[in-house]
């Protein structure tokens, strides 16, 4: 098997959407947030065409033309590696325009998963090149990046050659019951009207949006674990406050 070359700091790595474009303004912001955090370690970002676009299905592009932004980032000399924009329901439509000729000429690094293992089998097994079930490009935004992160970049840097379990995983928060659902319309307004901004941001994100915690930390650029401590507290302050109210009534 062929193990392309390990990437290093001056390197630029290529984003693409192979499957779903991102047009939601949060997840952009999260995108953003991750480009700037790989610039700060000292790489340079390309990012094609599509991945900011949508069309009704909530495909980026065309298969004709994600296949064609994908090659000409396998083809790119300056391109150390790519990174898929998100996952999606598509990707097979690229696949025939693929060129798996110029990944054997031209082996990198290829890094994504859902939608993308579609691509990653075929890199491993057609073309015989190794490739990383592994972050979207978006997993980068948060500040500092959890282990898992971190790892799913040392793999692409040489650093992390076995990956192993970890002791926990993130909860689906977004779909936790919680206790806020029992609270009175009328209540709950007045409640985050007097919630402050940095607690009220991370509720908002999480409740109207359905932003895990991961998602929440890249959008903001904070830490998982001040995310976690956020959502928490803010949650908290509603409660007292709306118990408060109900004694006084």
Same mark, same amino acid.
């Given at each position: 098997?062929?193990? #392309? ?40 970002v390309k990012v094609t065409d599509n991945v900011y676009t949508s069309d009704w299905r909530?495909?980026? *592009? ?5 296949? =064609?932004?994908?090659?000409?980032? &396998? ?19 690229? +696949? ?10 031209? #082996? ?20 015989? &090149? ?7 490009? *978006?997993?980068?935004g948060m500040k500092p990046w959890q282990k898992p992160v971190?790892?799913? /970049?040392?793999? /692409? ?5 076995? $990956?192993? *379990? ?14 806020? *659902? ?7 307004? $007045?409640?985050?009207?007097?919630? #402050? ?9 999480? &409740?109207?949006?359905?932003?895990? /915690? ?7 650029? !904070?830490?998982? $674990?001040?995310?976690?401590?956020? +959502?928490?507290?803010?949650?908290? !302050? ?8 109900? =004694?006084?009534?």
């Amino acid at each position: 098997m062929i193990f #392309p070359k390990y990437i290093k700091k001056g390197d630029t790595i290529g984003v693409t959407a192979t499957s779903s474009g991102i047009v939601n303004e949060l997840k952009q912001k999260r995108i953003k947030n991750a480009i700037k955090n790989f610039e700060n370690r000292g790489y340079n970002v390309k990012v094609t065409d599509n991945v900011y676009t949508s069309d009704w299905r909530g495909c980026s *592009s065309t298969g004709k033309e994600r296949g =064609e932004q994908f090659n000409e980032l &396998v083809k790119n000399k300056d391109v150390s590696c790519i990174f898929s924009v998100a996952g999606g329901d598509y990707l097979m439509e690229m +696949l025939e325009y693929v060129d798996f000729e110029s990944i054997k000429n031209n #082996p990198k690094w290829f890094q994504g998963f859902s939608d993308n293992t579609t691509l990653i089998y075929p890199i491993v097994t057609k073309c015989d &090149v190794a490739a990383v079930y592994g972050c979207h490009i *978006s997993d980068f935004g948060m500040k500092p990046w959890q282990k898992p992160v971190e790892n799913a /970049l040392g793999v /692409l840097e040489g650093t992390v050659k076995k $990956q192993e *379990s970890f002791d926990f995983y993130e909860s689906d928060i977004k779909n936790e019951e919680t206790a806020l *659902s029992n609270i009175g319309v009328e209540r709950l307004k $007045q409640a985050l009207r007097r919630l #402050p901004k940095e607690y009220y941001d991370v509720l908002m994100l999480n &409740v109207k949006f359905g932003c895990s /915690l991961s998602e929440m930390s890249g959008i903001l650029g !904070i830490s998982y $674990q001040a995310v976690r401590y956020k +959502l928490r507290k803010a949650r908290s !302050i509603l409660l007292k406050e709306t118990e408060v109210k109900n =004694e006084q009534h």
